[in-house]
């Protein structure tokens, strides 16, 4: 089993820039699909951006494109997200997950998750 740990949310204002990191832990991730996806209050849960093992292929949410850059270290075992240009709408539950052997934004097929990292950005 794969133990994920995302780091790196806060309390930031509009404009500023944050970097999430996901570390894993127990089995090496670097033949995975890795993604991030969000989560705000009454919301369903968003990919927001997911990266192919050999993070040659990486695929973004119309509302983060141009913002946010996904990436990876499999020598480290981590995920990174910059995320700049913050805007209040970007408020959510981070999370962190992989997939074996799915590479699309379907949440119900990604196989591992992190606990999730708060992200809050004031206007």
């Known amino acids: 089993q794969a133990q994920l740990v995302e780091s790196g949310g806060g309390l930031v204002q509009a404009g500023d820039s944050l970097r999430l990191s996901c570390a894993a832990s127990g089995r090496t991730l670097s033949n995975y699909t890795m993604a991030w996806f969000r989560q705000a209050p009454g919301k369903e849960r968003e990919n927001v951006a997911r990266?192919?093992?050999?993070?040659?292929?990486?695929a973004y949410a119309d509302s983060v494109k141009g913002r946010f850059t996904i990436s990876r270290d499999n020598a480290r075992n981590t995920v990174y997200l910059q995320m700049n240009s913050l805007k209040p709408e970007d408020t959510a539950v981070y999370y962190c997950?992989?997939?074996?052997?799915?590479?699309?934004?379907?949440?119900?097929?990604?196989?591992?998750w992190g606990q999730g990292t708060q992200v809050t950005v004031s206007s």
């Open positions: 990266i192919s093992w050999s993070g040659e292929t990486t």
């Open positions: 997950a992989g997939a074996r052997t799915y590479s699309g934004s379907d949440y119900s097929r990604y196989h591992y």
